[in-house]
């Protein structure tokens, strides 16, 4: 790896000399990386079901931490923040920011009183239930491309793919 100045820009000295065309990387094209081709088809789902949600004044992650408390019913914050692989500083403001919507309550656990409980109120609930058939549509018209096997089988396979 090459050595990072502070600007964290690759060290121009530690950069090696490409190898010969021969090397089985000369084939390498970005646009058939896996990394890179999820990544575009996340932002594509992504900004087909922000669109939806617009209406209703929610984020995408604010939908999806309604929907895993939908699930799941309450969970911790630092659980919740696992459920939906986000970062606690960024749960800990989507939280407030749905609980001063009055969508979802924190409470202390009965359990551990160190720790608080998020979960959905009824205007949550009914909100989440209101806006789950949008969600279905904006997965739908991402996957409109493949036939309903190839839908199956791609969502399979990503399953298949998620390591946690």
């Given at each position: 790896m090459p050595a990072r100045s502070t600007d964290g820009v690759a060290?121009?000295?530690?950069?090696?000399?490409?190898?010969?065309?021969?090397?089985?990387?000369?084939?390498?094209?970005l646009d058939d990386q896996i990394g890179h081709l999820l990544r575009r088809v996340s932002q594509q789902a992504s900004a087909n079901l922000a669109t939806r949600l617009?209406?209703?004044?929610?984020?995408?992650?604010?939908y999806v931490v309604l929907a895993r408390l939908a699930?799941?019913?309450?969970?911790?914050?630092?659980?919740l923040g696992r459920l939906v692989a986000?970062?606690?500083?960024?749960?800990?403001?989507?939280?407030?920011?749905?609980g001063e919507r009055g969508l979802v309550t924190t409470a202390p656990d009965p359990t551990d009183r160190r720790r608080l409980l998020v979960s959905l109120t009824g205007l949550g609930t009914r909100?989440?239930?209101?806006?789950?058939?949008?969600?279905?549509?904006?997965?739908?018209?991402?996957?409109?491309p493949l036939a309903e096997a190839e839908r199956?089988?791609?969502i399979a396979l990503l399953r298949r793919l998620l390591t946690e």
């Open positions: 060290d121009p000295a530690t950069i090696k000399e490409p190898p010969p065309a021969a090397d089985a990387a000369s084939d390498y094209r617009a209406d209703h004044g929610l984020t995408t992650a604010q699930e799941t019913g309450a969970a911790s914050q630092n659980q986000m970062e606690p500083a960024n749960i800990h403001g989507i939280v407030g920011r749905l909100l989440i239930h209101q806006v789950r058939p949008i969600a279905a549509d904006a997965s739908a018209a991402t996957l409109a199956k089988t791609l």
